[in-house]
Nanobody, 125 residues
């Protein structure tokens, strides 16, 4: 059973930056897929980015590509989401998600098994 704990959310002005962290535990596979999703009020949860912890391969949603960076620190079992040039449209609850084994082809909620509780990101104009 994998556990995920997010941190790093907060309130920033447009153009600012935040770094989210996802501390993972309770798993033994050497290769997993870790992802970040977000959900704004009244909207569906959408995929933001994912990383294959074995190969380091990453994937980003079009809406964040070039602004957000997903990375990992294997020694700390932690995955990060560096968010730059934040926009009010980035306001949402951000969730860390995990899938044992390699990443699926797409960034879909259904492809991930384990979820954190979420951390709120609010961007003001």
């Amino acid at each position: 059973q994998m556990q995920l704990v997010e941190s790093g959310g907060g309130s920033v002005q447009a153009g600012g930056s935040l770094r989210l962290s996802c501390q993972t535990s309770g798993y033994t596979y050497s290769t997993n897929c870790l992802g970040w999703f977000r959900q704004a009020p009244g909207k569906e949860r959408e995929g933001v980015a994912k990383i294959n912890t074995g190969s380091g391969a990453t994937y980003y949603a079009d809406s964040v590509r070039g602004r957000f960076t997903i990375s990992q620190d294997s020694a700390k079992n932690t995955v990060y989401l560096q968010m730059n040039s934040l926009k009010p449209a980035d306001t949402a609850m951000y969730y860390c998600a995990a899938r044992l084994g390699t990443c699926a082809a797409f960034l879909r909620r259904v492809d991930f098994t384990y979820w954190g509780q979420g951390t709120q990101v609010t961007v003001s104009s």
